[in-house]
Nanobody, 127 residues
């Protein structure tokens, strides 16, 4: 079964850090882009980072640029998202996703370009 599983979310104080994981099963991530997205209540789903299949291209949303690092570990079939200096407005459900085509390795922050999604991991930033 093709599956993406996010983990690593939780409750963190403002200024704190979390490392999210996106673990793939049923397929090999080395052929596919991984994107990270978030959705807060009442807001649109926002692409915050992506990494191409070979890791040569990474992108970060302006809203979080400088506070994120996306790391691909194809040997572990996992992509990580390191989030630093978290703010209250970062509170959201965070998803990872992958694309099946037309070019499944290309990095994009557009949610519509992704075809398969995990169920999300909740990040809550609160004092």
């Amino acid at each position: 079964q093709v599956q993406l599983l996010e983990s690593g979310g939780g409750l963190v104080q403002p200024g704190g850090s979390l490392r999210l994981s996106c673990a793939a099963s049923g397929f090999s991530l080395d052929y596919y882009v991984i994107g990270w997205f978030r959705q807060a209540p009442g807001k649109e789903r926002e692409g915050i980072s992506c990494i191409s299949n070979r890791g040569r291209t990474t992108k970060y949303a302006d809203s979080m640029k400088g506070r994120l690092a996306i790391i691909r570990d194809n040997a572990k079939n996992t992509v990580y998202l390191q989030m630093n200096n978290l703010k209250i407005e970062d509170t959201a459900l965070y998803y990872c996703a992958t694309s099946w085509g037309p070019d499944p390795g290309v990095c994009t922050l557009a949610p519509g370009r992704y075809d398969y999604w995990g169920q999300g991991t909740q990040v809550t930033v609160s004092s």
